[in-house]
């Protein structure tokens, strides 16, 4: 059975920091390529940052290059994304995603995390 499992969100001022963390079970990690997406209130579900298997080529949304740093550790099947100078605009539900394959891609979703951003 398929796992990942956020965790690390929060309520944060403007300008402050969080570390989400999501791990994964049931799955053979380093194979997949991981992602991080967010959903605001009223707002379709959005790429914030992917990182590739084994390579460590990372790719960021516009909105949260230079803020945001997407890292892994295959060794602990766990994918994080570091958060820093947090928008009220980087509110919504963090999820992470576990994809493999190009043609007919078999994709993971986490039940997310809620991140807020509000002074």
């Known amino acids: 059975q398929v796992q990942l499992v956020e965790s690390g969100g929060g309520l944060v001022q403007p300008g402050g920091s969080l570390r989400l963390s999501c791990a994964a079970s049931g799955i053979t990690f380093s194979m997949y390529d991981m992602g991080w997406y967010r959903q605001a209130p009223g707002k379709e579900r959005e790429l914030v940052a992917i990182?590739?298997?084994?390579?460590?080529?990372?790719n960021y949304a516009d909105s949260v290059k230079g803020r945001f740093t997407i890292s892994r550790d295959n060794a602990k099947n766990t994918v994080y994304l570091q958060m820093n100078v947090l928008k009220p605009e980087d509110t919504g539900v963090y999820y992470c995603n576990a994809k493999i394959g190009t043609t007919v891609p078999t994709t993971y979703w986490g039940q997310g995390t809620q991140v807020s951003v509000s002074s």
């Open positions: 990182i590739i298997r084994r390579g460590g080529i990372a």
